[in-house]
């Protein structure tokens, strides 16, 4: 995998569900999944820091009047009520085991929904690299997940999800996604499984 074309997209790295005590850890059946994510995820981002591949971070982040969840359903109107992501929260704020990455990873701002291509600036900034594989990490996979990767396929991009830095609710709902849904449109792939070249560091 050539990582000057390749972009890493992490999504919803934050404290509401990697946190012990985050609001919506508990929709995940098996918290511990959560923990294997996480460790995976950041064991792919220190492979691919090195290299020139794009590693974006697209956190979703409410008003707190919850303005852009005027009619939730779902797992939305569970966030609208429990205050999950509501800006200025510890919550909505990124986990702290990003942050030693500092700027090598490229944080996008507007998401409100599923689509972290709905509201940001991902997709031009995919184009502005030339992109054209995505990976897709983080939470949840029957919704953010799923969203994403078919809106990346949809622009023309090659998908791969990662099977083991995403976590559905259920692992029956996590079997599922990855062998029936995701291959519809692209690839499923643990991290562990993926080459890339050394190169040097792309330039923002």
């Not at 974006?56 to 009047?65: A, D, G, H, K, R």
């Amino acid at each position: 995998m050539d990582p000057r074309t390749t972009a890493l997209i992490l999504v919803g790295y934050q404290n509401d569900y990697f946190a012990h005590d985050g609001i919506l850890r508990g929709v995940v059946e098996d918290p511990e999944r959560i923990d294997q994510v996480l460790d995976h995820t950041l064991a792919l981002i220190q492979r691919l820091a090195p290299t020139a591949a794009t590693i974006i971070s697209t956190p979703i982040v409410l008003e707190p009047t919850y303005r852009a969840l005027s009619s939730p359903v779902g797992i939305l109107h569970t966030i609208k009520e429990s205050g999950a992501f509501k800006a200025g929260s510890i919550g909505a704020d990124t986990i702290p085991e990003l942050l030693p990455f500092g700027e090598r990873i490229l944080y996008l701002s507007g998401k409100v929904g599923f689509n972290a291509f709905s509201n940001t600036s991902l997709e031009e900034e995919l184009a502005r690299r030339s992109i054209k594989t995505v990976l897709v990490a983080g939470m949840v996979t029957s919704l953010c997940i799923d969203s994403t990767g078919r809106a990346a396929y949809e622009r023309g991009y090659d998908v791969t999800i990662l099977s083991d830095c995403t976590s559905a609710r259920t692992n029956t709902e996590q079997s599922f996604f990855c062998e029936s849904v995701f291959p519809l449109y692209g690839q499923v792939a643990a991290s562990v499984e993926l080459n890339f070249n050394p190169l040097p560091q792309a330039v923002s």
